[in-house]
């Protein structure tokens, strides 16, 4: 009996771990089947990659660059998110604050009772040891993130030298490189640092320059503006004194201020008023942009801070204050901005529904005070004869661009031991951005080299355009024959073409 006992509860035991065993194997083969969709997700997901790396490769390809570059921007701008995010020393300030504070309750404890000093040091001890580690904790974080981001940036830009300056066409005009310099800083409002300056380059004077021919004067109807420009910005003596043109330009930033922080119109309006004739010689339009805007915000019910002038429950004296300032502004310009000032008047017979009028485009324009801002930028330089971007970023920025080209071919020419010979123009093509495109050019379709100054394009009686050298080359002092049509000429009859 004990052994039949016995036998039954082995049995039972072997019973009980087969079911546990058939539990473990029930959940072992859940977690295979875990595996085998995790594994066909894996696989999703390296395919993904795999095709997102030829795109990427495919753009690199289309911009002359591998996929890597594109990667290497991506890490660029999350190392300077990290950067921004990590490298806020207000934390520090607070903590510094904080020592500061304890330090101070304490000198004004010690200071009324100092038969406590001791007592109060010594519980100022662990506070200040705590304060001081959180600073240097929020310090460590900084000088961490600033190193990741120093390192990216060292792996995306690496270490090149700079091209040899054999060719330095401005080593010979340091007197023009001061000026650039000095007039970037008047055009940015910088005008203590443009004075400081100015008096040290007068006060250490580049050598004097080799006579070069004059450069053309620009041609603009404000001459009163202009010559502030072209001769009360140098002296006789050739050094510079910024005050009259600092002034011009403190005006310029003053009516800007208004316009873009104040929305208040009326000063570009005065200025534009002062000018209009020279203006409107030039086809500016931006006399009637200024007006047409003041007319928007008074129909809106909007003041120069854009808060609504009076309370009107059913938007009628909006549009009536328009319709006066219209009957007074828009005379002059009924000529030539019929279709626009009709525009404007249209748009009264949707004063209660305008948003939905198809005048909406008019009224509720986002970047309107932006526009006539730099509108008025543009036409207050060109009346100073100037261009609307200052000229040194505009040659720092196209620099730039040119780099790379440049010390690839600098190390071509290194490698084929050949020089560049051509001092007139770059001896390859910089591809610069469509703004930068300022002056037209002239390649001859015969010799195939593109015209200077000393080998300007010369338009034949015929209407054909070569250049001066081939000219001469074809010509030899007598008369020929045009290489494009059956016409002939003398070099005499031909005229240069100025581009």
Sequence with gaps: MQTRQRLNEGIKEVETLAAKLEYELGGLRGKVEDVEDSVEDFEKKVRFVEDRVTELEAEGRARGEGWVGVTMEETLQAAHERLEKKGNLRKSVDH????????????????????????????????????????????????????KYSKALDKKFKDKPLPSSSND??????SLVNRAIAMHLLREGQFSVASTFISEANTHPPPPEAPSSPAASVTSPDHDMQDTVQNDFTNDDGTFRSEPLQKQFAQMYYILHELRNRKNLAPAIVWARQ???????????????????????????????????????????????????????????????????????????????????P?????????????VANSFTREFCSLLGLSADSPLYLAATAGAIALPTLLKLENIMKEKRTEWTTRQELPVAIPLPPSYAFHSIFVCPVSKEQGTDANPPMMMPCGHVIAKETLDRLSKGGRFKCPYCPGESLPRDARRVYL
């Design 96 to 147: 510094v604050q904080e020592t500061i504070d304890l330090l101070m309750k304490a000198r004004a404890t010690i200071a009324a009772d100092p038969s406590v000093a001791t007592t109060t040091l010594a519980k100022l001890q662990t506070p200040v040891k705590q304060s001081l580690d959180k600073v240097n904790g929020d310090l460590k974080e900084i000088h961490a993130s600033l190193g």
């Design 169 to 174: 066409a401005l080593s010979s005009h340091a």
């Design 275 to 357: 000018h209009s004739q020279v203006l409107e010689t030039r086809g500016s339009n931006l006399e009637f942009e200024l007006c047409r805007l003041y007319f928007v915000c008074q129909y809106l019910g909007l003041d120069t801070s854009d808060t609504p002038v009076t309370s009107d429950p059913n938007g009628i004296s909006g549009p009536l204050r328009a319709i006066s300032y219209a009957q007074l502004a828009f005379g002059n310009f009924a000529a030539r901005y019929t279709r626009e000032i009709n525009q404007l008047l249209g748009s009264l017979c949707f004063h209660s529904n305008l948003a939905q009028s």
């Design 359 to 371: 005048y909406a485009h008019i009224f509720y324009n986002g970047s309107a005070w932006d526009e």
